[in-house]
């Protein structure tokens, strides 16, 4: 059916509604849009981008087919633009007021928290703008790295020299308050670079030690991203170079045994910050860096469906037909960090078993003897087959190629 009219209309998206960069779910290309009046956010595809962002009110929707045709090689009928204008009509995202030439929609890709605004955390990252410069942020990491290879190198001695520290009653309360300091520090670090970016920090609590970060993941580069999440780690770091000079310049034995005890619990709580697993900063960091949404979940999707893929051909059409997912084709990028962050994955978990059923096979060795791991062993076995073959929730229609219709929450 033709509607008179209707490629002539120039309808406009809100201005405050914001656009990811390019993102990978799995195999596929999306986009984020996020409406900030209420927090709702959409996953949308590349060809629904590409409407949206010219959706102006400048340009006609005749205008805007021919743009896609050009692109695509296929012109849009009346049925998909009615569609697609119910659907924004639907979830409020139309502006309801002629378009303004100043701006355009996808302007609020650019978040827009200002730094003398956010109050404590504003102010910080006022005063430490020449600190979070990506090349001294950069600098000061790889000082973070040398002294945690130093703490390596001459972690005996160090151990030595702290153990008295874990059995003082005076020296574990000042351990305990300079553990908890330091993770308010990591929190604090987090908050403050993500306002010096625009992004909005919603919730801070440096008592129980939470973060929560808004719009981050509209930012138009990765690098920011990057930079927000590490911004713990690094925090974590500088601590630990503060405590290393101080050990070097402060007199007595407290002192020596305290500090050197610290250096271990504030490297011991750096490295595990960095472990690429969820929901750590260091998978974090890695899913920024790879340009992916839920990398855990969508590596063992990946790696759940492998099998099926690799079955002749003949077959795996069977097994299209049957499972989409396990028909679909990855491409060469996406496979191979889903496969790569699959198989850290399964050797993280065979570790975490491995010391399990070792710890547990020395408890019950005095009882048991020899079958003390058998017992363990096959109870964390069980476990893990149990988790790994759990039934997989279906992968939700609204992330394939569609008009936006899911929310996503942020």
Known sequence: MTYPGLLAKRPRLREDLIFSRPLWRGPDTVYLLKDRR????????PKEQFLLRRLDGVRSLGEVGAEYAEEYGRRLGDAHWTRLLWLLHERDLLAVHPADPTTAPGDGERTTADPRRSGVLGWWARRLRWLLRPA???????????LLAMVGLRLGPLWQTARPAFTDPVSLVALAVLAWSSAALHEFAHGVVAVHFGATVNRINLVTLTCKVEDYLYLPRRSQ?????????????LV??????????????????????????????????VIALPPLDGYKVLSHL???LDLAPESRRYLATLPRRLLPRQQAQTVAEADRDAGRRYPRRAAVCLGLFAAWWLLAIAAVASLVIVYLGALLRPSLGALAYVLPAAIVSLTVAGWLARPRRPRPPDRNPAPPTSENDQ
């Open 240 to 273: 630990l170079l503060l405590t290393g000079a101080a050990l070097l310049v402060l007199p007595g034995a407290f002192a020596d045994r305290l500090l050197s005890a610290f250096l271990l619990v504030g490297v011991a709580q750096t490295l595990v910050n």
């Open 290 to 292: 790879l340009d992916q």
């Open 225 to 237: 991203q990057v930079l927000i999440a590490s911004a713990g780690a690094v925090a974590n770091g």
């Open 136 to 146: 001294v942020f950069a600098l000061v990491a790889v000082l973070v790295v040398a």
């Open 38 to 45: 209420n927090g709702r956010a959409f996953e949308i595809p």
